[in-house]
């Protein structure tokens, strides 16, 4: 819509004219009002009985009659100014934003009218897609909660067909060929009992059991942790420790299930003979104010420019059998920690995810 100011004085005319116009058909009216006696006088009109003693004297009654017109002429333009021109001027002035007009204010206030109900029909429109969105919701929520317990009913049975192929193995007599089948079985079951872990532990945050910790420990089990899965990829992997960093109010659990995530994600990311750089940092970091930072850096590929914002998403993943959960499930632990976890990344220079924890607000920070 067009907006253009209208000035004050365009509307201001137009409602003198107007009640110039009124007051004159007031007089008009009052003058034929007046001129009653004088035809009654020259016979030219009869009053009813009534009103028979009005013609005894035609000229004083006439001058008062007029005077008495005048006056409530007069009267009712002020009461109609007041009461009905004043107003719409009012309205016209703070409305004087309504499109192509030419200073009329009736014209500015039917186009700030059909303004107002332009609003109210997009209003109405953004809150039918508010509503249809919330019902998309509530029925994703109805689907999650199904999924939930669809995965949690088949991770029993995959557990049993787990244990009862394992023991298959160990009592029967296999060849060569016969012992590779066998392991691409149990490798697709554990791939299928990994996705099954991961989207039940998404769906089900567990709740965190708070304990003061020192990040730079959860570092060193991860590490200990995945020794082995990091020889396998024969990445080097280089810890940068000024000293240790204070202790924190965490889940050491939650956290090592998040640093394992990260660094298995920046494994396969890189493949073989890659190098991961794990540093610790502690500083100043609105708007939390002491804060731990935690910074992995790989040198792999990177991530393109339009995947950046799809890698946090549930499910999203690049890898064939990879459940797009790792990343997700490392972000919300951190951020149940009351810190976050960002990506740092430019194709062809690797990927740094930044965690960042808040410290404890006491002297525990001089004393590490």
């Known amino acids: 819509m067009n907006w253009k100011l209208i000035p004050p004085g365009g509307i201001t005319s ?22 009653l006696p004088l035809l009654m006088v020259g016979g030219r009109l009869t009053l009813p009985e009534p009103l028979a003693d009005f013609a005894a004297n035609p000229a004083a009654d006439a001058i ?7 006056f409530l002429a007069g009267l009712l333009g002020v009461v109609i100014y007041r009461q009905v021109l004043g107003p719409i001027r009012r309205l016209a002035l703070e409305g004087a934003f309504g499109g192509e007009v030419t200073g009329n204010e009736v014209e500015v206030l039917v186009g700030r009218v059909r303004h107002l109900l332009d609003t109210m029909h997009r209003t109405q429109a953004q809150l039918e897609e508010s509503h249809e969105t919330l019902r998309q919701t509530e029925k994703l929520a109805l689907v999650g ?51 099954v872990s991961n989207f039940l532990e998404f769906s089900r945050r567990p709740k965190l059991r708070m304990q003061t910790v020192s990040p730079s420990d959860v570092v060193d089990n991860t590490l200990q942790l995945l020794k082995h899965r990091i020889e396998s990829f024969n990445v080097q992997v280089q ?9 924190v ?15 298995l994600n920046a494994c396969e990311a890189m493949g073989y003979d890659g190098r991961l750089d794990i540093t610790e940092e502690r500083g100043i970091i609105n708007p ?34 990879g459940t797009g959960l790792g990343l997700p499930i490392a972000k919300s632990i951190f951020e149940e920690h009351g810190g976050w976890l960002h990506l740092h990344s430019a194709p062809g220079r690797g990927a740094t995810f930044v965690a960042v924890l808040p410290a404890l607000k006491d002297d525990s920070w001089l004393r590490s």
């Open 64 to 70: 008062a009659l007029l005077c008495t017109i005048l």
């Open 145 to 195: 909660k199904l999924a939930a317990g669809v995965a949690h009913s088949v991770r029993n049975p995959l557990t049993s067909v787990k244990l009862r192929l394992f023991s298959l193995e160990r009592s029967l007599t296999l060849d060569t060929q016969q012992r590779e089948d066998f392991e691409v079985i149990a490798d697709e079951i554990r791939h299928l009992d990994a996705i």
């Open 14 to 35: 137009s409602l003198r004219l107007r009640v110039g116009l009124l007051l004159f058909l007031l007089v008009v009216v009052s003058m034929a009002a007046a001129a």
């Open 288 to 321: 939390l104010g002491r804060a731990i930072v935690i910074r992995i850096a790989d040198s792999g590929p990177g991530v393109p420019i339009d995947r950046r914002d799809d890698i946090f998403q549930p499910f999203f993943s690049t890898k064939e059998e």
């Open 249 to 263: 109010k965490g889940d050491p659990e939650q956290l090592k299930e998040a640093l394992v995530n990260l660094v």
């Open 239 to 247: 810890l940068h420790r000024a000293e240790r960093l204070p202790v």
